[in-house]
């Protein structure tokens, strides 16, 4: 009898087995566990058992999954990176780094010059699931992907930091009808750069790389994707034979020394029958029998729409379209509403070809006395499907299902919409909808989650839904995002939940998110009576049955839940032709057969946003222009342009730098980032008296964050704080012979408020920079602490700051007073601003939107041009701080303690008795304080009836979001009216 | 002058007719000093109990009742509360709560307001009590007299000297939970000490519970330690840090958490480093500076103590952490835990504990800064610190930190 060494790699998604013999591996197997993880142990190790029957074995377990299965059999476990650790070591010792991308881990080793491990954190799950995921996305298998990557000729900026984002900005680039395979390549170089700042964070990746994984190993095109970033030659990227196996290698090599000898016999009898810790939280059933079941079969059926057919129908009927971010549908109505046509089907990336071959097959089935006198549509895709298609109507999504729920239910009270991106939810009152509430591009784990997830485990949503129903124990998985809920999973399998207890719980999950994070509501009653849901994830029995359980009470799901949008359009269609019988353009079947288009990637030039523009030629010779933000993009000339308050300011601070200093002392440069974009004037004046010259970073773009990408410290802290990184190296680059950059605990006292705080990262920043810019020293970069309130204290400590220009404190009070003075002037210059842009925008009738954020939000890297869509949409637009000095501070209920934070309050306190303004808050995602202010701001805006209405922005360059909540609040508006 | 407060949340005062039948609930942050806290209280006529909850309901009211994207304590401190009083085990037209505020610049000097917003549907009547030092929320029949104040000090040093000698002892007591029996038995009698106004005897004190733990029969074996720092809730609750002491003494080491006393030395130090760097002198930066001074002798003496005993390890001298953050940032980031933070981290590497698990909630906007963004310049000072951040959120699962965990765990071993 012979004893080997036996390494077992459990990860999130593989189970890896590898045996070796004097140092040699003899033996290797991967495969997919598809979540039954014991079993497919077992089936290794009863692989492994024919093969070498009569052996003896060392071993040793390691991966993410593993853990639990060596705690629960007393088996002794490598943790994963230090198994990798181990065999690198061993065969491949000249390495320098170290790269492995798992299923659901990144992790990365530094070898030469201090080793160093290092592991995703948390909110960073995009490896191997995330390119699952995208792939699913463009409805191809991941090897599909590859191939398709390594076609692309243009690469588009997709958020790398994690799977939602990244996933939030390919959805508009198909809905566009960008090409897959540009997308394929910007989706392994998102994996690449989210690596490369992620993990490495400031350490260089060079030398001798070896790259390690599952994913690495079978896709070509992320391999080339990294090799090309990194810049690596053949000799000096290295992808071993046994990349994938390489960690259950590793534990092999491990097993040597801690592993526990026994024969597989014991061990398969081990892993079948240890009882895992009892970790996992339980939820009751969703149904305790099957009458419980059949009855709310039997009462949901009562939602059903007639049917009319299509084939021998006489007279008019309307068509509505709803073409959703991953899902298109249709559906054709009579006028009383009945269902002539229906269809839901995934938009396979490609949503105007989907729906032209519906709409063909509508025209070969239709009677010919069946005439369409009207149509509408909705949805990511309204743009380009109106366009190409010539449909009558494009109405934004929420008008589109109170439409649809107000025909099932005229008293409707609330209706919550889970679709595959999105969930929306509005509260109706006097038949108007009251406020809108969607989610967070964080929290989009909605539908397309739960099909995601369906296929890694090998079944059909259908099924897999149904498997929910009636599991005995649905899992507690927490109500977060995707990534999260990915974790949450694992843990469970680890702790041996079946797959019905999955689901169910992952149906469950969808409701919490729901609830308690887009919905929010303190009490049941607050919903009201009478509730609709809809949206295709709603008809999943499970999830609607979850949602029903967490209310208490009973709702009404529509047969067509997943066609709501549509049949909304369809009936908004209808109502239209009755009150003004147009004439339908939509496209005629001829047209229609003959109708083709091409797609082109375009850039345009207009201005520094530089948008990513998709170009669709029609087979007329029209064309349809996206991915713009304003009429620039779209080709058309500007006329009667509004003016806004973004751009005012942002410009008229960018001009201070064409203000020169004569025979200036030296340089000073300030990054254009954070307390500048509200302190500039102050500054730039305090230092041109002193007789320097001032000298400020350049406009934000995207590659001013790419330029600090590098030394970023924590991948949580907010975008705009992440950008000052690049502002540095850009004023290095303008040669400044030095910073000014204080750090600023206080900000500005402007009365009425409880405390003038700036918030913890614009205070400190500067402490961070100076710690992980290896450039900066106490020569090149000076930041005093300053509380601009005590004049005293500020000139001492400005002044002995620059001690070595030798100026004295007379100098700098004199220069200190009057910096006050160019501030206080600007901030006259902003009011009167406000003034002249309400006064226009009055005479004209235009709304008023007051965007509320930070200073630093009138960056347009950072807003992403929100204010030019706010434009294009006819609304004029001002800032928080440009009517502050109107209004007293209401009455609140929080701690008013932060300078910017306590002028969002006065703004919505002006705004709420204001008829014709509205406020849209800004908020960067990870901004704390936000969650804080943003409920604050609602209560005040709600008290006095407005709405209210919070964009999040982040890395994240796409506004289709944005788009759908403004477009919404102007709708809701002029129901009201 | 007396802010106006909106229609929309109901403040209920805490009266004196309420103390003498109210139950007043206290958050799980520091069990050991918490229950001392308690029966100090006692003595002054407040009925106080200590919530130890922590079923998934807790996190599940949070979630219901608070902002999604606030940090991780003030969700679970609320969600605690709320699932307290729904739990139907207190009477609540006769139950307050008590909830800390520091008044700084981070959010934590919001809790209490978020708390009011949560109760103010279901129950307006619940009474919100404030401990703080500062003057915020005043209430008349909760009011922090020096006395208590005073009283409260002896606490932290107390209960910071059970908890390290807890720690200390613990990962190699020969008899099993012999440690949590010696612990129980001398929370039970500072307890008394309390009542009978014996309390204030320090030296004999530190003395006799130095013996007692001394005495605790431990094995003769060296186990690796492992640091824990970070924001002040998640670094201390086992509910927050999914019992992240006692899976350190399940793996095999031993914990070594700073005391709570570190972070009040810090926030009366900052008073008076804002005199230095801004020039404010009033009656409260004096205040400060005094109660600096007095407390930090406290800490001296526990040190000496402790160093004459010869058997355990003392806290890092506080002007020694001052001097430790001077090397790395200034003294006046002072949000949140602030430098102190870096502070400890540099003093546990120099001091050999060389790997350190720094918590923090997720999206803590302080520790970007004096955590995540300082742990370079450590790491390149103490080439074999050992440094994780870990995140804390309703969603992050265990086995996801606690892999991370395993793995500075393994480097250690390097």
Same mark, same amino acid.
């Given at each position: 009898m012979s004893t080997y060494l036996l390494g077992i790699d459990v990860g999130s998604t593989t189970v890896k087995t590898v045996i070796c013999k004097d140092g040699k591996v003899i033996y290797n197997k991967y495969e997919r566990h598809f979540s039954k993880v014991r079993e497919t142990v077992c089936q290794q190790l009863k692989l492994i058992k024919e093969k070498y029957p009569d052996s003896s074995f060392k071993l040793a377990i390691t991966g993410s999954a593993g853990l639990g299965i060596a705690n629960a059999c007393k088996l002794p476990f490598v943790q994963e990176v230090f198994a990798a650790y181990t065999a690198v070591k061993a065969d491949y010792s000249d390495t320098d780094v170290v790269v492995e991308l798992g299923g659901e881990d990144a992790k990365i080793i530094f070898l030469t010059g201090g080793l160093e491990q290092r592991m995703n954190g948390s909110c960073a799950g995009g490896t191997g699931a995330f390119i699952d995921q995208m792939a699913t996305l463009l409805d191809v298998t991941p090897a599909e992907l590859s191939e398709l990557s390594l076609k692309s000729e243009k690469l588009y900026p997709i958020a790398s930091r994690c799977g939602v984002f990244a996933k939030s900005d390919i959805q508009p680039l198909l809905n566009q009808g960008a090409k897959k395979e540009d997308i394929a390549a910007s989706i392994f170089q998102a994996v690449v750069d989210q690596t490369v700042s992620g993990l490495a964070q400031g350490r260089k990746i060079e030398g001798k790389v070896l790259f390690l994984g599952g994913p690495l190993y079978f896709l070509k095109g992320l391999r080339m994707a990294f090799v090309s970033t990194l810049?690596?030659? =053949?000799?000096?990227?290295?992808?071993?034979?046994?990349?994938?196996?390489?960690?259950?290698?590793?534990?092999?090599?491990?097993?040597?020394?801690?592993?526990?000898?026994?024969?597989?016999?014991?061990?398969?009898?081990?892993?079948?029958?240890?009882?895992?810790?009892?970790? +996992?939280?339980?939820?009751?059933?969703?149904?305790?029998?099957?009458?419980?079941?059949?009855?709310?079969?039997?009462?949901?059926?009562?939602?059903?729409?007639?049917?009319?057919?299509?084939?021998?129908?006489?007279?008019?009927?309307?068509?509505?379209?709803?073409?959703?971010?991953?899902?298109?549908?249709?559906?054709?109505?009579?006028?009383?509403?009945?269902?002539?046509?229906?269809?839901?089907?995934?938009?396979?990336?490609?949503?105007?070809?989907?729906?032209?071959?519906?709409?063909?097959?509508?025209?070969?089935?239709?009677?010919?006395?069946?005439?369409?006198?009207?149509?509408?549509?909705?949805?990511?895709? @309204?743009?380009?499907?109106?366009?190409?298609?010539?449909?009558?109507?494009?109405?934004? #999504?929420?008008?589109?299902?109170?439409?649809?729920?107000?025909?099932?239910?005229?008293?409707?009270?609330? +209706?919550?919409?889970?679709?595959?991106?999105?969930?929306?939810?509005? &509260?109706?009152?006097?038949?108007?909808?009251? !406020?809108?509430?969607?989610? #967070?591009?964080?929290? !989009?784990?909605?539908?397309?989650?739960?099909?995601?997830?369906?296929?890694?485990?090998?079944?059909?949503?259908?099924?897999?839904?149904?498997?929910?129903?009636?599991?005995?124990?649905?899992?507690? *998985?927490?109500?977060?995002?995707?990534?999260?809920?990915?974790? !949450?999973?694992?843990?469970?399998?680890?702790?041996?939940?079946?797959?019905?207890?999955?689901?169910?719980?992952?149906?469950?999950?969808?409701?919490?998110?729901?609830?308690?994070?887009?919905?929010?509501?303190?009490?049941?009653?607050?919903?009201?009576?009478?509730?609709?849901?809809?949206?295709?994830?709603?008809?999943?029995?499970?999830?609607?049955?979850?949602? /029903?359980? /967490?209310?208490?009470?009973?709702?009404?799901?529509?047969?067509?839940?997943?066609?709501?949008?549509?049949?909304?359009?369809? *009936?908004?269609?209808?109502?239209?032709?009755?009150?003004?019988?147009?004439?339908?353009?939509?496209? %005629?079947?001829?047209?229609?057969?003959?109708?083709?288009?091409?797609?082109?990637?375009?850039?345009?030039?207009?201005?520094?946003?530089?948008?990513?523009?998709?170009?669709?030629?029609?087979?007329?010779?029209?064309?349809? +222009?996206?991915?713009?933000?304003?009429?620039?993009?779209?080709?058309?000339?500007?006329?009667? %342009?509004?003016?806004?308050?973004?751009?005012?300011?942002?410009?008229?601070?960018?001009?201070?730098?064409?203000?020169?200093?004569?025979?200036?002392?030296?340089?000073?440069?300030?990054?254009?980032?954070?307390?500048?974009?509200?302190?500039?004037?102050?500054?730039?004046?305090?230092?041109? @008296?002193?007789?320097?010259?001032?000298?400020?970073?350049?406009?934000?773009?995207?590659?001013?964050?790419?330029?600090?990408?590098?030394?970023?410290?924590?991948?949580?802290?907010?975008?705009?704080? &992440?950008?000052?990184?690049?502002?540095?190296?850009?004023?290095?680059?303008?040669?400044?012979?030095?910073?000014?950059?204080?750090?600023?605990?206080?900000?500005?006292?402007?009365?009425?408020?409880?405390?003038?705080?700036?918030?913890?990262?614009?205070?400190?920043?500067? #402490?961070?920079? %100076?710690?992980?810019?290896?450039?900066?020293?106490?020569?090149?970069?000076?930041?005093?602490?300053?509380?601009?309130?005590?004049?005293?204290?500020?000139?001492?400590?400005?002044?002995?700051?620059?001690?070595?220009?030798?100026?004295?404190?007379?100098?700098?009070?004199?220069?200190?007073?009057?910096?006050?003075?160019?501030?206080?002037?600007?901030?006259? @210059?902003?009011?009167?601003?406000?003034?002249?842009?309400?006064?226009?925008?009055?005479?004209?009738?235009?709304?008023?939107?007051?965007?509320?954020?930070?200073?630093?939000?009138?960056?347009?890297?950072?807003?992403?041009?929100?204010?030019?869509?706010?434009?294009?949409?006819?609304?004029?637009? +001002?800032?928080? =701080?440009?009517?502050?000095?109107?209004?007293?501070?209401?009455?609140?209920?929080?701690?008013?303690?932060?300078?910017?934070?306590?002028?969002?309050?006065?703004?919505?306190?002006?705004?709420?008795?204001?008829?014709?303004?509205?406020?849209?808050?800004?908020?960067?995602?990870?901004?704390?304080?936000?969650?804080?202010?943003?409920?604050?701001i609602r209560a005040i805006l709600e008290q006095k009836g407005k709405l209210y209405t919070q964009l999040k922005i982040d890395e994240i360059n796409n506004l289709g979001a944005a788009k759908i909540r403004l477009r919404s609040l102007i709708a809701a508006l002029e129901e009201k009216e | 002058m007396e802010k106006s407060k909106s229609q929309r949340v109901n403040i209920t005062t805490f009266t004196e007719e309420m103390k003498k039948d109210y139950t007043i609930l206290v958050p799980d942050m520091l069990p050991i000093h918490f229950k001392l806290i308690i029966a100090i209280f006692k003595k002054y006529g407040y009925k106080m109990e200590l919530l130890q909850t922590n079923s998934r309901n807790v996190v599940d009211e949070g979630l219901k009742n608070v902002h999604n994207d606030t940090c991780y304590p003030a969700l679970l401190v609320i969600g605690q509360f709320m699932d307290a009083l729904k739990s139907g085990k207190y009477d609540v037209n006769k139950t307050a709560l008590l909830i800390s505020q520091t008044g700084g610049g981070c959010r934590a000097s919001n809790y209490l307001h978020l708390l009011r917003k949560a109760l103010s549907n279901e129950f307006p009547q619940v009474p919100v009590l404030s401990l703080n030092f500062s003057g915020l929320d005043k209430n008349p029949a909760f009011e922090i007299t020096p006395a208590i104040a005073l009283k409260l000090v002896y606490a932290v040093v107390y209960g910071d000297l059970l908890m390290s000698l807890y720690y200390q002892c613990k990962p190699y007591e020969k008899k099993k939970n012999a440690t949590d029996n010696l612990l129980a038995r001398w929370e039970h009698r500072l307890g008394k000490l309390f009542d009978d106004g014996r309390y204030t005897k320090t030296t004999s004190i530190y003395k006799a519970i130095l013996k007692d733990f001394g005495n605790l029969e431990r094995e003769q074996v060296k186990k690796p330690k492992v640091g824990i720092v970070g924001e002040i809730y998640v670094k201390y609750s086992p509910l927050a840090n999914n019992q992240l002491c006692d899976f350190l003494l399940a793996e095999g080491y031993e914990p070594n958490v700073p005391g709570l006393l570190d972070f009040v030395l810090y926030c009366a130090i900052n008073g008076a480093n804002d005199k230095a760097l801004y020039g404010e002198r009033n009656k409260t930066t004096f205040l400060y500076s005094i109660g600096y001074d007095v407390l930090y002798k406290f800490q001296k003496n526990l040190i000496k103590i402790i160093k004459e005993h010869g058997q355990f390890e003392p806290p890092h001298d506080f002007e020694h952490l001052r001097a430790a953050a001077d090397k790395y940032m200034s003294q006046g980031v002072k949000m949140g835990e602030g430098w102190l933070i870096t502070a400890e981290m540099v003093a546990l590497a120099e001091s050999g504990t060389k790997n350190i698990i720094c918590t923090q909630p997720f999206g803590c906007l302080p520790n970007h800064i004096v955590a995540k963004g300082m742990s370079r310049v450590i790491k390149e000072a103490y080439p074999d610190a050992n440094i994780t951040a870990i995140d804390y959120d309703p969603g992050a699962t265990r086995v996801n930190q606690e892999n991370r965990i395993k793995l500075m765990l393994a480097n250690a071993k390097l």
């Open positions: 810049g690596l030659s =053949d000799e000096n990227a290295i992808f071993p034979e046994l990349a994938p196996c390489f960690v259950a290698y590793g534990s092999a090599l491990q097993a040597e020394s801690i592993g526990s000898e026994m024969n597989i016999d014991k061990l398969v009898r081990l892993v079948e029958t240890a009882k895992s810790e009892d970790n +996992i939280v339980t939820g009751k059933p969703l149904f305790e029998n099957k009458q419980e079941y059949s009855d709310f079969i039997a009462r949901h059926s009562k939602s059903d729409l007639k049917y009319e057919d299509i084939k021998t129908y006489e007279g008019d009927a309307f068509l509505g379209v709803d073409a959703g971010s991953t899902t298109t549908k249709l559906v054709l109505i009579t006028p009383d509403g009945k269902l002539l046509y229906q269809h839901y089907c995934s938009n396979k990336g490609q949503p105007l070809d989907v729906i032209k071959n519906k709409l063909l097959e509508i025209y070969s089935l239709a009677n010919p006395k069946l005439k369409i006198r009207a149509s509408a549509v909705t949805g990511y895709g @309204e743009d380009m499907i109106k366009a190409g298609l010539g449909i009558d109507f494009g109405i934004v #999504e929420t008008v589109a299902h109170y439409k649809a729920a107000s025909f099932f239910c005229p008293d409707v009270d609330f +209706i919550i919409d889970i679709g595959g991106q999105d969930i929306k939810c509005f &509260k109706i009152k006097n038949h108007a909808i009251d !406020s809108i509430m969607l989610n #967070e591009a964080c929290s !989009s784990g909605c539908g397309s989650f739960i099909q995601t997830f369906a296929q890694a485990m090998g079944y059909s949503i259908a099924d897999f839904a149904r498997l929910g129903l009636f599991a005995k124990a649905p899992v507690e *998985l927490g109500s977060r995002c995707t990534v999260f809920m990915n974790s !949450s999973v694992k843990q469970a399998q680890k702790d041996g939940a079946s797959v019905e207890d999955i689901s169910a719980g992952l149906s469950s999950s969808i409701i919490k998110n729901a609830v308690y994070k887009v919905i929010r509501a303190k009490s049941i009653d607050e919903l009201g009576k009478n509730i609709v849901v809809q949206g295709g994830t709603f008809l999943n029995d499970a999830v609607l049955r979850s949602f /029903e359980k /967490e209310l208490g009470r009973n709702v009404i799901r529509p047969a067509i839940a997943g066609l709501m949008g549509a049949f909304g359009c369809a *009936l908004y269609a209808m109502e239209q032709y009755n009150s003004r019988k147009i004439i339908s353009s939509l496209i %005629k079947e001829q047209a229609l057969k003959e109708f083709s288009y091409t797609s082109t990637a375009a850039q345009c030039n207009g201005c520094t946003a530089h948008c990513n523009l998709t170009i669709l030629r029609f087979n007329d010779k029209r064309k349809f +222009i996206s991915g713009n933000r304003c009429e620039k993009g779209a080709g058309l000339v500007v006329k009667d %342009k509004t003016e806004n308050m973004i751009e005012f300011k942002y410009n008229s601070l960018v001009a201070l730098q064409e203000k020169h200093t004569p025979n200036p002392k030296a340089k000073v440069g300030f990054p254009l980032a954070l307390s500048f974009y509200d302190l500039l004037p102050f500054y730039h004046t305090l230092f041109s @008296e002193l007789g320097f010259e001032v000298v400020l970073s350049e406009q934000s773009t995207r590659d001013t964050y790419y330029k600090g990408q590098q030394t970023i410290a924590s991948d949580t802290v907010c975008y705009p704080a &992440k950008l000052c990184h690049g502002h540095i190296e850009s004023l290095f680059e303008k040669g400044v012979d030095f910073i000014f950059y204080p750090c600023m605990t206080y900000n500005i006292d402007e009365g009425e408020s409880d405390n003038h705080y700036n918030c913890p990262v614009v205070a400190y920043y500067p #402490e961070l920079l %100076k710690a992980n810019m290896d450039k900066l020293n106490n020569n090149n970069f000076i930041s005093p602490y300053i509380d601009l309130n005590k004049k005293k204290s500020s000139v001492r400590n400005i002044t002995k700051s620059l001690e070595k220009y030798n100026i004295s404190k007379k100098q700098v009070e004199k220069a200190f007073d009057k910096a006050f003075e160019s501030l206080n002037n600007w901030h006259i @210059e902003i009011q009167n601003k406000a003034k002249e842009i309400i006064f226009k925008a009055r005479q004209k009738n235009q709304h008023i939107i007051v965007l509320a954020g930070r200073p630093y939000h009138i960056d347009p890297e950072i807003n992403h041009g929100i204010h030019k869509l706010l434009n294009s949409l006819g609304l004029a637009t +001002i800032t928080e =701080d440009s009517i502050t000095h109107l209004v007293h501070t209401p009455a609140l209920d929080v701690l008013n303690q932060w300078t910017y934070h306590s002028r969002l309050y006065k703004a919505a306190q002006y705004v709420a008795g204001q008829k014709d303004m509205q406020l849209v808050q800004l908020v960067s995602f990870g901004c704390g304080i936000d969650a804080v202010t943003s409920d604050e | -």
